[in-house]
């Protein structure tokens, strides 16, 4: 038998517990910043963040944090800010930015009055992420910046932008790169919404014609910013495939299975629907297990696999169309056509199988990860 | 639920591994697949002498008192070594008689299980009703009728025989009226056949433990088809990265290097799933039923199929009977089999969970 660590855990979840009832109002509770800052007080959130910045600085603990993800999602209490800014440029920052940075950036990135975009994506470079053309000259004291970004998620919504730009046009490809930092808010940025393939448009074209942004904006050193940007993109994958997602995806398809009628009986019934079902659920169960092993290996402070993020985003990705897949199959005929734009109904499951795809594509395509995975995992031979 | 590993578990597991890397290189593992019983029995007894036989025995009976977690991760290590033997049929005997022998019936066993003195099966499959609602053998009075599929035939001692409504009954192999008939059996390291029984004496225990005991056979299927099917990945990519056509590795084409990284992936997160459902049926036994199903359905199909690719992935070499890669494909085959397939345990996993 394992040795009983239990106690110390449950007297922590009880901790937790004790404070959300405390504190959080449930969802009538519109003022979630004020919660928030309770939750930072009682180091409950942005645990990985100095106090200096609007963190509450806790010894990493990933069996810690994953209760409190468990006992805030259970009341479906906020916990950090969503978006680019606290998930990608505030780690970026911490790990490569200069200590003014951080005090101007992160707090207020944090509390969510910075929101930000990740300006990395160009026409002619996607999966080839250093072929960016976008470039930035120094005028004085100032980047002058010209070029196209494009697939910019959220950038419609916020002030800021993390990018990366071509600063050395005579270096190679991967060391002629910088990560700037940029004010969107400025005649030389024009943002174009994108439709995507679900009539949304959460993604965008930026046109950058003589944009501008002060010397010392830039998060490492000249000429080093692929290096800064692969720390961003760790962090997104492990986001992009965080087990989480395919567990309350996996309920919501078992409820659509409840309640929806296939061939005269409810969908759960049909004994392919239940096949399927199981199948997935192994999946989803498979997935946490493997998240909670990769928290066990880092609390002991041992070594995960060199391209854990790849297998989950893979993994996670997978699981995400599947479900997608099999909401169509319960659906039937109601996956055609709805009487009305629906997002709680059928209309909801058509865009989340059309949703899978973008969970293929951004922060780096499956067969991205399958190169990730074969090359640092197996050790194989490289592109 | 906690399954994370220790420091002293897996400098265990570490020594069993090494032991299991010096006695199972792919030839001696092919001579023991041929039919040579002494290799394979040398293979398996050095294993209960390693402290191994009495894994999961109450120390007080000269075991290591540990639980399925730890049997499972040996279990894993076995497939990955693809080595010979009755293990998992051992250890399911031993864990039947902890948990539902009385004192006497674990006196009189348990030390001699733990000492690699005494090899212990289980039989529990009637035709293909795997499950202990389905058992229909008696044992009142006295035993008569067959059991199936028994791993262990050959090197078993004593036998705990699934009876109805989830009993269990100790029988020696040595008993009048015990008939044993091999079978030509898919995986050749771990042959199964049919053990009869007409008017046989036997001892009842005094604990159903039916239904617990099928939860750990398929946590150790699991298990060991995890193990298999990651040896499987291995194997083939080292032999990618050696194997050359058109003036390069063949791991070089993206079509081979993108299919192992998909194998790669589909192995990866059911080593922490089978070592949680054993965790489960240490810690919360109210939730192993559907657990062990799950893992079961999942893991043991999944490892088929990777073994399948994998052997495909070799080329004509793989398709002949020298090559190793039959040992485990075979291996998996067998998990996948044994116990009530995937998609019936699927099924009851759904069930289970009030779906
Ligand atoms: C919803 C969504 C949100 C996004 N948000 C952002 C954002 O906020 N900021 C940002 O910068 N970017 C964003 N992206 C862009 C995303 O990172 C790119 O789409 C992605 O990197 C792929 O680039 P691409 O679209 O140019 O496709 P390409 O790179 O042209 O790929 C096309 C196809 O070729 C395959 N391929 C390419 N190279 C290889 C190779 N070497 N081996 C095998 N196959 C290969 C790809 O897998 C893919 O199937 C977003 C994308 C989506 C869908």
Known sequence: MLAPVASEQETFRKEVKAFLKENWLGAADRDASAFRKKAVAAGYVYRSIPKIYGGSEQAADPVKAHIIREEFDKVRAPREVGGNGPGLLAPTLLACGEDWQKEMFIPKTLTGEYRWAQGYSEPGAGSDLANIRTSAVLEGDEWVINGQKVWTSDAHNSIFMFILVRTEPDAPKHQGISYLLLDMRQPGVTVRPLKQITGEAHFNEIFLDNARTPKNWIVGERGKGWIVSRTTLVHERNTVGASMGSDHLFNQVLKLARTTELNGRPAIEDPLIRDELGRIYARVSAHRAAGQHAQNLAGAGREGSPAAGGFTKLYGSAISESIGLLAQRIMADHAMAQPVENHAGPGRWVRQYLNSIAAQLGGGTSNMQRNQIAERALGLPRD | ?355
């Open chain 2, 1 to 355: 639920m906690d399954f994370a590993l220790s420091d002293d578990q897996l400098t265990f597991i570490d020594q069993v591994d090494r032991y299991l890397r010096d006695t199972c290189p792919p030839d001696r593992l092919h001579k023991a697949f041929d039919g040579n019983e002494a290799i394979a029995s040398e293979i398996f007894q050095g294993l209960l002498e390693l402290g191994l036989g009495g894994l999961v025995a109450p120390e007080e009976h000269g075991g290591l008192g540990l639980g399925l977690l730890e049997a499972a991760s040996i279990t894993e290590r076995i497939g990955f070594a693809g080595a010979p033997g009755p293990w998992v049929s051992h250890v399911l005997a031993v864990l039947a008689i902890a948990n539902a022998g009385s004192d006497a019936q674990k006196a009189r066993w348990l030390p001699g299980m733990a000492a690699g003195e005494i090899v212990g099966a289980v039989a529990l499959m009637e035709g293909s009703a795997w499950s202990p609602e389905d058992w229909k053998l008696s044992a009142s009075p006295r035993l008569s009728g067959a059991k199936d599929y028994v791993m262990g035939l050959r090197e078993a001692q004593v036998f705990v025989v699934g009876l109805a409504g989830g009993q269990l009954a100790l029988v020696e192999s040595t008993a009048p009226g015990v008939s044993m008939t091999p079978w030509f059996s898919t995986d050749m390291t771990r042959p199964v056949g049919q053990i009869g029984f007409d008017n046989v004496a036997c001892e009842v225990m005094p604990q159903a433990y039916g239904a617990e005991l099928l939860d750990a056979a398929l946590t150790l299927a699991s298990a060991d088809s995890h193990g298999a099917s990651a040896r499987m990945v291995e194997d083939i990519v080292e032999y990618s990265k050696t194997r050359v056509q058109f003036d390069r590795p063949i791991a070089a084409f993206q079509a081979v290097k993108h299919k192992l990284a998909d194998l790669a992936t589909a192995v990866e997160p059911n080593g922490p799933l089978y070592r949680q459902t054993a965790a489960i049926f240490d810690q919360t036994p109210d939730d192993s039923h559907r657990a062990a199903a799950l893992a079961k359905a999942h893991i043991t199909e999944v490892a088929s199929n990777i073994c399948r690719i994998a052997t495909e992935s070799y080329g004509g070499i793989g398709y002949t009977w020298e090559h190793s890669a039959h040992i485990w494909l075979r291996r998996a085959m067998f998990n996948y089999a044994w116990m009530g397939t995937p998609a019936v345990h699927r099924a009851r996993a759904a069930d289970l969970a009030g779906w």
